[in-house]
């Protein structure tokens, strides 16, 4: 049996791959921003820093599950010290961090364009993270460590 990207072309599998990790990731950092906003806006309504506390946390924790998800199924290799602090650090600081800017400032201009926080939120993540792969494919390159 095939696996769904084994019938593609190998130049697109990874990419594919890619945009499947991301749906995922996109989906998971969704649902954690989703439920903390909702929590914070029960508890204390009248904190609006509470939106990018919960639109964070959603983003860090979709940062490591899609470091796992990318080095495992994206581009098949072990994840490793190396390309943990290739990805976690360095791309944060370079290519997540840029991401993360540019999802928090849509955030902000879509909430002060009077957008609800709930559609704002997906909205930011969607168009910031089309450029994840290939800010993320220099750090994948090497494929000594390939996952069976």
Same mark, same amino acid.
């Given at each position: 049996?095939?696996?769904?990207?084994?019938?593609?072309p190998?130049?697109?599998?990874?990419?594919?791959?890619f945009m499947?990790?991301?749906a995922? +990731?996109? !989906?998971?950092?969704?649902?954690i921003?989703? %439920?903390l &906003?909702?929590?914070?806006?029960?508890?204390w309504p009248?904190i @609006?820093?509470?939106?990018?506390?919960?639109?964070?946390?959603?983003?860090?924790?979709e940062m490591?599950?899609?470091y796992?998800?990318?080095?495992?199924?994206?581009?098949?290799?072990?994840p490793?010290?190396?390309?943990?602090?290739g990805?976690?650090?360095i791309?944060?600081l370079? +290519?997540? !961090?840029i991401?993360y800017g540019?999802?928090i %400032?849509? &955030?902000?201009?879509?909430?002060w364009?009077?957008?609800?926080e @709930?559609l704002?939120?997906?909205?930011?993540?969607?168009?910031a993270?089309?450029?994840n792969?290939?800010?993320?494919?220099?750090?994948y390159?090497?494929?000594?460590?390939?996952?069976?």
């Amino acid at each position: 049996m095939q696996s769904l990207t084994g019938r593609l072309p190998l130049k697109y599998r990874s990419a594919v791959r890619f945009m499947l990790v991301g749906a995922l +990731g996109t !989906g998971v950092q969704y649902g954690i921003f989703y %439920l903390l &906003l909702g929590f914070f806006q029960s508890k204390w309504p009248e904190i @609006e820093i509470l939106t990018k506390v919960a639109f964070t946390a959603g983003f860090v924790l979709e940062m490591f599950l899609n470091y796992f998800l990318t080095s495992f199924y994206t581009f098949r290799i072990r994840p490793n010290w190396k390309n943990a602090g290739g990805f976690l650090f360095i791309c944060f600081l370079f +290519g997540r !961090g840029i991401n993360y800017g540019i999802q928090i %400032l849509l &955030l902000t201009i879509l909430i002060w364009l009077h957008m609800s926080e @709930e559609l704002a939120g997906i909205v930011a993540i969607v168009l910031a993270g089309i450029l994840n792969y290939f800010v993320l494919l220099p750090f994948y390159k090497e494929k000594k460590r390939k996952v069976d």
